[in-house]
């Protein structure tokens, strides 16, 4: 099991920052392969924001490139996001996700609440 949880939503004014954390623990924290941020905005699908492997490769959605950042601190277990340039449009609910080396086994954190006012 890996118990996700995540940290440092709230809310902020357009154009103004936010740093997510999401940490990992649990006995199989080992397997874990990519963690990822998720969003879901209400009525919208959830949809990924940006990822990161543990060899430190990272991928984001064109809609946060250039504004949000994804960071690993291997030695505790933690991935940030580094969210600026808000935009209300980034209001949603943030969740933190890891992908394992077993397909199908993932877990996810209880989610995060954004709130981007205009």
Same mark, same amino acid.
């Given at each position: 099991?890996?118990?996700? $949880?995540?940290?440092? %939503?709230?809310?902020?004014? *357009?154009? /103004?920052?936010?740093r997510?954390?999401? =940490? ?7 397997? $874990?392969?990519?963690? %990822?941020?998720?969003?879901q *905005?209400? /009525? ?5 924001? =940006? ?23 291997k030695?505790?277990?933690?991935v ?13 609910t ?10 199908g ?13 205009s």
């Open positions: 099991q890996v118990q996700l $949880v995540e940290s440092g %939503g709230g809310l902020v004014q *357009a154009g /103004g920052s936010l997510l954390s999401c =940490a990992a623990s649990g006995g199989t924290t080992f397997c $874990v392969t990519i963690i %990822g941020w998720y969003r *905005a209400p /009525g919208k699908q959830r949809e990924l924001v =940006a990822d990161i492997s543990r060899e430190g490769k990272s991928d984001y959605t064109d809609a946060v490139k250039g504004r949000f950042t994804i960071s690993r601190d030695a505790k277990n933690t940030y996001l580094q969210m600026n340039s808000l935009k209300p449009e980034d209001t949603a943030y969740y933190c996700n890891a992908e394992t080396i077993f397909y086994l993932e877990f996810w954190g209880k989610g995060n609440l954004v709130t981007v006012s």
